[in-house]
Structure formats: structure tokens, C-alpha cells
């Protein structure tokens, strides 16, 4: 069932509540994807986070980013061992990845949601870099659970796994 408040949109949550999708007024579909990663050895879940729309029209509309981040929140208060990521792509013109990187950081700066974190990574020093991405991944996790010295840790050796995986 979705969720409904003055700010947000109501969303419905399908597969296993790895996909959320929501309709805005201006009649345009969100999809919100989390995809499970793979990891050997990791005490955490890392999901990569992944939005779509179903067409290209730009309007400016407050209540998407409170929607995304609140999904957000929903998802890590229920995965409580979970570590999502967002890598910004490149869009067909070469460009829009910082901006895209810039704007999420924003959603989560105007939402007040204090409770969650995102640390900006830049991927250039582990000689990792996933096709059509830009230089950084965010990754976002609830610090009121974890500590982050700890989760800054298993982000920077599995970023230095990836890397070493990609070598072999």
C-alpha cells in the first residue's frame, strides 16, 4: 500500500518492496529500484539505488525529491544492515552525472532527515569505474544505527575489493 502526505506522493511497493513506483501530478511514473549486490565476506548488504521515469518532460515538482528520500529512509529502516549506493550516469550526451550526483545530495539536505548519511566516494582512486559513471558513488546509510568509522571502513575495502576484482 502507498503512503500519503502533504508533501509526498502515495507509492506502491512491488517484488519484494525492491521496486517502488509513484505517479506525479503532472502524470509522469517513478520507478525507485534496489538491486542486492553481491559481496564475499561483508557483515552489511550493499543495494545499489536506481530511479527511472516513463518519459523525459521537465517539470519542477518539490514533492519527488520528499518522495525518493522518504522511500530512502523506508527502505534502510527495514534493511537494518543494509548500505545503499547511488552512482549517477552519464547521459547520452556525455554529461549530467555531477549534476545528478549534486541534485541528490540536495534532496537529501532539504528532506531534514538527519538520521541518514551520504558520503561522497571518489571511485578514481581504486582504479575502478563502472561504465557510463562518473567519478564518485554516494552511499547512503542510518548512522543512529552504525557507526560511521565503521561503515567508512567496510565501504573503503569494498570499494578496494571492487577494484581488485576488476584487476583479475
Not at 11 to 36: C, G, H, M, Q, R
Request: proline residues 1%; charged residues 30%.
Amino acid at each position: 500500500m502507498g503512503y500519503q502526505s502533504k508533501k509526498l506522493y502515495s507509492y506502491i511497493k512491488e517484488v519484494n518492496e525492491d521496486l517502488v513506483k509513484f505517479t506525479t501530478a503532472n502524470n509522469i511514473t517513478y520507478s525507485v529500484f534496489f538491486e542486492k549486490m553481491i559481496q564475499e565476506d561483508s557483515e552489511y548488504d550493499f543495494y545499489e539505488i536506481a530511479f527511472e521515469k516513463d518519459n523525459e518532460d521537465k517539470f519542477f515538482d518539490s514533492k519527488i525529491q520528499y518522495t525518493i528520500v522518504e522511500i530512502i529512509r523506508e527502505y534502510l529502516t527495514k534493511k537494518e544492515y543494509s548500505i545503499l549506493y547511488y552512482v549517477p550516469l552519464i547521459d547520452d550526451e556525455g554529461s549530467g552525472a555531477e549534476a545528478r550526483g549534486r541534485l541528490f545530495q540536495r534532496w537529501h539536505r532539504n528532506s531534514n532527515t538527519r538520521k541518514i548519511t551520504i558520503l561522497k566516494k571518489n571511485i578514481l582512486e581504486f582504479d575502478f569505474n563502472p561504465e557510463g559513471c562518473d567519478n564518485n558513488i554516494y552511499f547512503v546509510y542510518d548512522h543512529n544505527r552504525h557507526n560511521n568509522i565503521f561503515v567508512e571502513n567496510m565501504i573503503q575495502s569494498e570499494l578496494e575489493y571492487l577494484a581488485t576484482e576488476k584487476m583479475e
